[in-house]
């Protein structure tokens, strides 16, 4: 007797490529939001699952706050390179200087939030009508109750006590003119899942989530980067560490871990012994006890 | 932790949802959970232990682990399905917290719409109340094939084994008209830990399993249908370069039954017959696919197939028609007119309804036909008979639980409306 019976992984992708064809669909600029992190790339790698043998029918944006890992940027090159993917780029540094918004000051200045803004004005931009992230439930409680076809209102908005109910997989992505929608094809995937499907599929990913040695200085307990965008305090001192990195973000706010780790799995042994969260390394989150709230209202990612 | 690590590739994928009334304690039941299977993260713990400070809150409240949203937060409750996810070695799980709040039943609809299994929680002091009932029918309309009663708090009524029995029976009596095989009892306190994960010291005249090993060793393999084969047609894939110049491929989940290349096939709405050529998940070719993969395949026929059709098995139909009769879940402030249009999704299918009849709206609390005034408010559930369109291919949902639902549609507001259960 054959037992027809899918491991966690595989139902997750099932799932997965399901809603990413459904976006296709059912939209008629869907566009994948592409950072060069883990979660954007395992997005990309199921696009091309769901397509295959036809080329992935998204155009690829990243929202570039000019605070970047150069890792991950000569990442994201090579892989549109590659896939022959079209890249459109939304840059907050454009924002600053058009007077969009207003850079932030002070040892803690981010532009984490700024890229709130230049996300809407790219999608009304490239008249995007679909904008497909990599966000998962498991990451914040506020994303925990996100759909997996989430609605934007005309400003961008996000009304969570509004949501429209999603039932079994059928997704309802009709709107009104000048409003959008988001799409989050692994909303069910924990960062554990994701780690063990890059290994499984054997997906390149950035180097700088591997141990590597690098210059950093502590703040609040948390290991930084040490770069060019960032306001150092008197009293912090940087120095060469072995690190790697659990998220890529904006290199303001993303913490290093402490980690030998230089293979994926030792990557995996390491997320599953670890006891603080994925976000836990990222100071956007540590605001306010809603901070992913407010700006998931606002319009971000 | 290292059988995390090397034992993925065995592990499967449970879904559960939780209901209760108010105050039941589900979220502290989830919050223990995540606690005692250690997936509970340093951070998360110290921001709960803030925040229940600052509320004045004299235990660590483990509720606050899942009540996300600021509103919840400040009200105590929870308000819209919150997703959770833990894993122990054996089993993934995905958890569908769902707020026992009347006037949000919709969201436990749509949390139990995924669900393998239900937790349904029953305060030990209260017994059955019809919210019990209501979340019970919901499971059994919802078509889910597991239900878990957790008699809870029973470290209220001093672990006495006569109050559970009483409410067991209850229970027990009140089960026998709903559609569930497989309903499961257990007496625990989801805030002292018994029988959650840890067996309890002081209930010892119960013999039975933890909720976790429950949880861990249920047999799900089953639940999909692997019998009647259908593949609602989702995209059609056309690559048009040198290489690939002539694949035709249809995109799609299998809703349904095992396909093998070289299966005859039968096509809907065209009637046309053509043999699967080759079936590819990815860069991969495949012998067969089953529920619930995505695949795509080819067929060895040019037939006309778009999106919203359905490949099905030649032997064994599903039903076509245009007048569809459902059990139907109502969502809206805004209740269901008669004679009303709206639009209408049936997998990957659009087309638009008239509500011909409103047969009888259901009372929840008797599991009868209600008197009177048949018209559906918001989370009221009835049977009405729709007219589509266009013809729609389905089974009935308790055999099938992908062909066989539904959703409605407001065309002015573009709202999710109601869900429909064909019966």
Known sequence: ?301 | MKEETSGYLDMDLLRFTTAGSVDDGKSTLIGRLLYDTKQIFEDQMEAVQQASAKRGNGEVDLSLLTDGLRAEREQGITIDVAYRYFATPRRKFIIADTPGHIQYTRNMVTGASTANLAIILVDARRGILEQTRRHSFIASLLGIPHVVFCINKMDLVDYDQATFERIKRELDDFSSRLEVHDIRFIPISALKGDNVVTRSKVMDWYQGPTLMYLLESIHIAGDHNHVDRRFPVQQVIRPMTTEYHDYRGFAGRVAGGVFRVGDKVHVLPSGFESTIKSINIGEHDVEECFAPQSASMTLTDEIDISRGDMIVGTNNLPETSQDVEVMLCWFNERPLQAGGKYAIKHNTRDARCMVKEVMYRMDISTLRKADGDPTLKMNDIGRVMLRTTVPLHFDKYQRNRYTGSLILIDEATNETVAAGMIV
């Open chain 1, 1 to 301: 007797m054959h037992s027809y019976r899918l491991t966690h992984l595989k139902e997750l992708e099932s799932e997965s490529m399901h809603i990413l064809r459904e976006v296709a669909a059912q939209f008629d600029n869907p566009t994948l939001l592409f950072s060069g992190g883990k979660d954007s790339i395992v997005c990309f790698h199921l696009a091309r699952k769901a397509f295959h043998p036809a080329k992935v029918p998204f155009n690829l944006l990243h929202v570039d706050t000019g605070h970047n890992f150069e890792e991950a940027i000569t990442f994201r090159d090579m892989l549109v390179k590659e896939y022959g993917a079209n890249l459109l780029v939304g840059s907050v540094q454009e924002s600053i200087d058009t007077g969009r918004v207003q850079e932030e000051t002070g040892f803690y200045a981010s532009r984490n939030k700024l890229q709130t803004v230049t996300l809407l004005d790219s999608l009304e931009k490239f008249k995007v009508d679909c904008a497909i992230g990599g966000g998962r439930r498991d990451e914040e409680k506020a994303r925990a109750k996100e759909r997996v076809f989430s609605h934007r209102d005309e400003f961008g908005q996000w009304d969570p006590k509004n949501q429209r109910p999603e039932l079994w997989n059928i997704y309802n992505g009709r709107k009104r003119p000048g409003e959008h929608f988001r799409a989050f094809p692994i909303s069910n995937w924990t960062e554990m899942d994701v780690w063990q499907y890059i290994l499984l599929e054997n997906i390149p990913i950035p180097n700088i989530y591997f141990s590597h040695e690098r210059e950093v200085f502590e703040r609040d307990g948390v290991l930084y980067a040490n770069s060019s965008f960032m306001r150092l305090k008197p009293e912090e001192k940087p120095f060469m560490k072995r690190v790697r990195f659990r998220t890529i973000g904006d290199m303001s706010c993303t913490g290093a871990v402490d980690s030998p780790a230089s293979t994926l799995e030792e990557i995996i042994e390491e997320v599953a012994s670890t006891r603080t969260t994925e976000r836990g390394t990222r100071m956007d989150d540590k605001r306010s006890e809603a901070a992913m709230e407010d700006r998931k209202k606002e319009g971000y990612f």
